[in-house]
């Protein structure tokens, strides 16, 4: 069996975006982390900047303090979109995410990883797609490539391996159907 040898690694990254996420990451904290969570003025703020760093966000979006995104210029939010508290946006590609959306609680949208076999543990990535009027619950995960579409719903600390068909609900690991999502009509 051949033996891992990251002797021969090189990272990926651009010094450019080194600097870039440096510069981006003591933005953040610095002016973004500490602010309160539910002050309609300070997630405007928080919207301001993470539009400033390249970011394009749809209009009554909310982003929590404690939400972590990776590299800014690569998230894109359709209106309404909510992302909960200690959401991690791994955003090495692009994740868009439709309107009228919500990200709960420690939901993690994962755009890289790494070839397991590559004997340098080659850095992968791929882009991430949540459709409109969708619920990515608590705890789950979305991995790199996946599509979660328009309507559906993964269940809390569901991983998404798979794409996620319009309007059903899946859950578990690896998320699986689970039902069709209907709308009740009131």
């Not at 080659?122 to 949540?130: G, K, Q, S, Y």
Request: proline share 4%; with cysteine; aromatic share 10%.
């Amino acid at each position: 069996m051949d033996k891992l040898d990251l002797k021969n690694y090189k990272n990926r990254h651009s010094l450019k975006s080194k600097i870039a996420r440096a510069l981006w990451n003591t933005t953040w904290l610095m002016l973004a982390r500490w602010t309160p969570e539910h002050s309609k003025l300070f997630n405007a703020w928080r919207i301001f900047l993470l539009r400033l760093f390249g970011a394009k966000i749809g209009k009554c979006c909310v982003v929590k303090s404690s939400c972590e995104v990776w590299q800014p210029w690569n998230l894109a939010l359709g209106d309404y979109v909510a992302l909960s508290e200690h959401v991690v946006c791994y955003t090495v590609d692009k994740i868009t995410i439709g309107r009228q959306t919500t990200v709960s609680r420690d939901a993690f949208l994962c755009c890289a990883s790494h070839d397991v076999t590559s004997p340098i543990m080659e850095l992968t990535f791929a882009p991430i797609t949540v459709g409109s009027n969708a619920w990515i619950a608590a705890r789950s995960i979305v991995m790199p490539g996946r599509k979660v579409g328009d309507g559906a719903v993964v269940a809390a600390g569901a991983v998404v391996v798979n794409d996620v068909e319009p309007w059903t609900v899946v859950g578990g690991n690896p998320a699986k159907f689970i039902t069709k999502r209907e709308l009740n009509n009131a």
